[in-house]
T-cell receptor, first 115, second 113 residues
């Protein structure tokens, strides 16, 4: 079974600075997808960014980018120019490329943004 | 476009009571999922469905049942509520395989007292 590990329960960043959230995963599959979801206090699950394992190029979405290291099974999220609205729980998630496509989540990292 | 709609948003049950959490999506998605989120944890899969009439167990199915009679609806049933089922429940849907993301509802906060 796949596992997802987020080793940082809490992180903080100064407004306008850059922060990196860590995620590692364990799998024997070669075809899979990785996601970062944001959960603000409103508890909505909001997709931040996604990465296909077969793509070597790291995904980017505006201020959000990932560092995908397939051999190391690492998938970190970098948030640039942090804003107060970025404060939330961030979950890393894994999905197999076959089968039911269920998501396996890490335990999350709580990000605080300091004005 | 409403997306994934869950009702109710909050509910308090007594031990042993039953209830159904409703989930409906208007995106014509084949795949639907029920997750639970316990405090300080990520989401864990309860049940999923790959189409009308097809359901299967996830990681934590005990104490729950589901049905999928239509593409749009995927209700989750708790038959005999127990304190261990106190959690936030999320329904999600997905169009097809590949890199399509799952779309989540706003969640139902359920307390069993």
């Amino acid at each position: 079974a796949q596992t997802v590990t987020q080793s940082q329960p809490e992180m903080s960043v100064q407004e306008a600075e850059t922060v990196t959230l860590s995620c590692t995963y364990d799998t024997s599959e070669s075809d899979y997808y990785l996601f970062w979801y944001k959960q603000p206090p409103s508890r909505q699950m909001i997709l931040v960014i996604r990465q296909e394992a077969y793509k070597q190029q790291n995904a980017t979405e505006n201020r959000f980018s990932v560092n995908f290291q397939k051999a190391a099974k690492s998938f970190s999220l970098k948030i640039s120019d942090s804003q107060l609205g970025d404060a939330a729980m961030y979950f890393c998630a894994y999905r197999s490329g076959a089968g039911s496509y269920q998501l396996t989540f890490g335990k999350g990292t709580k990000l605080s943004v300091i004005p | 476009n409403a997306g994934v709609t869950q009702t109710p948003k909050f509910r308090i049950l007594k031990i042993g009571q039953s209830m159904t959490l409703q989930c409906t999506q208007d995106m014509n998605h084949n795949y639907m999922y029920w997750y639970r989120q316990d405090p300080g944890m990520g989401l864990k899969l309860i049940y999923y469905s790959v189409g009308a009439g097809i359901t299967d167990k996830g990681e934590v199915p005990n104490g729950y049942n589901v049905s999928r009679s239509t593409t749009e609806d995927f209700p989750l049933r708790l038959e005999l509520a127990a304190p261990s089922q106190t959690s936030v429940y999320f329904c999600a849907s997905q169009y097809q395989s590949g890199n399509q993301p799952q779309h989540f509802g706003d969640g139902t906060r359920l307390s069993i007292l």
